[in-house]
């Protein structure tokens, strides 16, 4: 019998936000160039954090990543504020796991999902593309988690 390990995925340098984002197609999604927006790093920001803007300021797209163990603890978090919220209408995603979701309020939708215990909390500011589109991009940026 031969063993081979293999190094957890976990082990690997941690995924870039920007990155992912661009990857998926979000200059084609927000319909133009965007620039990424300075990253405001603060003590409560529990993950590294992406903002893509289109060049003139109408739309924006951002990423935050939470990796594990504190992915779960923080998807659960998220669904108990946004249920708290009068302002938000929440819809479940169930083609992005158990407990992902989707809170709109006015211009805003956020995304929120979990993958091998990274938590994705994807935002949509002001975007303009069609809802199918948005599912497709949504899914595009789990798939790369």
């Known amino acids: 019998m031969v063993l ?3 190094p957890a995925r976990a082990a690997s340098a941690p995924l870039d936000p920007c990155t992912v984002l661009r990857v998926a197609g979000a200059d084609h999604l927000l319909g133009g160039q965007t620039r990424a927006r300075p990253a405001e790093r603060r003590a409560s920001t529990p993950g590294p954090t992406c903002a893509l ?3 003139d300021g109408s739309s924006a797209i951002s990423l935050m990543l939470v ?3 504190g992915g779960a603890a923080y998807i659960d978090t998220a669904r108990g504020e946004a249920q708290a919220s009068r302002r938000l209408k ?4 169930p083609a992005l796991g158990a407990g992902a979701f989707s809170g709109a309020s006015g211009w805003t939708i956020d995304v929120v999902a979990l993958k091998r215990g990274t938590a994705m ?4 500011e002001a975007l303009g593309a069609e ?3 948005v599912r497709r991009f949504v899914q595009r ?3 790369a988690l």
């Open 67 to 69: 990796a594990p163990p």
């Open 141 to 143: 940026v789990f798939d």
């Open 121 to 124: 909390i994807l935002k949509f």
């Open 53 to 55: 803007d289109r060049r």
């Open 4 to 6: 081979r390990l293999v």
């Open 90 to 93: 929440i819809e479940d995603e």
């Open 131 to 133: 809802r199918v589109e």
